[in-house]
């Protein structure tokens, strides 16, 4: 069990946007040609790539703050002594962290009213919750991603450790 977590910590995300992008790019590749060729095309493609997309963009978030390459000024972070450094990461963690569970659950109202009214997509037919559980899910793994960056940082305070700034996403 311990070596599917940490493949799942490891590369979960990757292997979540490899399968998002594969339907996106997949979809649209069809959807491009029965157009062109067959002078045809549907309206369950644009869905799917529509909501491929927008999984793609939670997910891709919570793989940025895992690696810590969401977007932020860090131009000071030159300049303060590595534990001013580790306690800046740690507030900017924590902030960060309370706007994503406001809109948890902000966004979690908008799933359970279409659980609670059974709203279908118009294309697809399929509940909409399924679509509509991309924002919380996002938000859910970049708070989870949130939580074991504070744990490494505090680790990383307590034994004089220099603060991990991230790595590359694709190596």
Known sequence: MSKIYNALDKNGERWLL????????????????????????????????????????????????KERGHIRIDVIMNYVPQKIKTLLYIFGDIVMFAVALIALLYSWEAVHTSWKFGSVSHGLRVSQVWFLFAVPFGFGLVMLRLIQSFLRDISDLRNGRPVYEGDKLFD
Do not use: Q
């Not at 997309?53 to 703050?65: E, M």
């Open 18 to 65: 490899l399968v998002f992008y594969v339907m996106l790019v997949g979809t649209m590749f069809i959807e491009v040609v029965r157009r062109e060729l067959f002078s045809y095309s549907s309206i369950w493609g644009e869905e799917i790539v529509r909501y491929s997309f927008i999984y793609l963009a939670w997910i891709g978030a919570a793989a940025a703050v």
